[in-house]
């Protein structure tokens, strides 16, 4: 897995970022985080990790130490349990955009991570 050694830095590094940019965030909008009261969030700060890849829109996914993949709906959810390498099923050392498998499905709450050029190639 050397290869995703540059990788896992710089999404680890990420993952860090938007930890620290959440809490500083929702400390700018106080007890009500669901109401931004017109404070536009600055430019550099990120508190999501990305949805889709860009450019392109394509569906992106993580995966992780043990060879899984996580959709980024609960990367985003479960962001705190992402740097702990200890925790090979959570630790992600990755991200890409599925491309072209059409059966790739995250395995935490096991929805399907939509592929760019997959073909639907079933017979039904
Ligand atoms: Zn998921």
Request: proline residues 3%; charged residues 35%; glycine residues 6%.
């Given at each position: 897995m050397n290869q995703y050694g540059q990788m896992k830095i710089e999404i680890q590094a990420k993952i860090q970022k938007v930890?620290?940019?959440?809490?500083?965030w929702s400390q700018m909008l106080g007890d009500d985080v669901s109401?931004?009261?017109?404070?536009?969030?600055?430019y550099?700060?990120?508190?999501e990790m990305d949805y889709y890849a860009w450019p392109g829109g394509y569906s992106l996914f993580y995966f992780t130490k043990d060879g899984g993949v996580l959709c980024p709906k609960c990367v985003n959810?479960?962001?705190?349990?992402?740097?702990?390498?200890?925790d090979p099923q959570w630790y992600v050392?990755?991200?890409?955009?599925n491309e072209e498998?059409?059966?790739m499905y995250c395995e935490n709450c096991g929805e399907q991570i939509e592929s760019a050029y997959g073909e639907d190639d079933s017979d039904e």
């Open positions: 930890i620290t940019d959440r809490k500083a109401n931004t009261n017109g404070i536009i969030k600055p550099e700060m990120i508190t959810k479960n962001l705190e349990l992402l740097s702990d390498e200890d050392i990755g991200c890409e955009m498998n059409d059966d």
